[in-house]
């Protein structure tokens, strides 16, 4: 069975994420985001954040048993994923 890269719109930024030890799935994610590739403003830190906020972003992007993490392994869930 042969692994499928999946589609993305930044493939050098795909590859350089994968490079540096990301999932495919988190590199797809990060290279197929509108801007990718391109530097611009800052986000808002995790820690800053309401833990229904990190909830909806783990949610968002499928980490699964979010609803019975605590407001720091929420972090750890996003920040590792």
């Known amino acids: 069975m042969v ?7 930044n493939e050098e930024q ?10 495919k799935e988190k590199s797809a994610r990060i290279a197929n985001t509108p801007d990718a590739g391109k ?14 906020d990190l ?4 949610k968002k992007i499928g ?3 979010r609803s019975k993490m605590s407001k720091k392994e929420l972090i750890e869930a ?4």
């Open 3 to 9: 692994d499928k890269i999946p589609s993305v719109k």
């Open 14 to 23: 795909y590859e350089a994420l994968r490079d540096q030890g990301y999932s």
């Open 39 to 52: 530097k611009g403003g800052e986000a808002e830190r995790y820690e800053d954040r309401t833990k229904k």
């Open 55 to 58: 909830y909806q972003q783990a």
């Open 63 to 65: 980490i699964d048993g």
């Open 78 to 81: 996003l920040r590792n994923n």
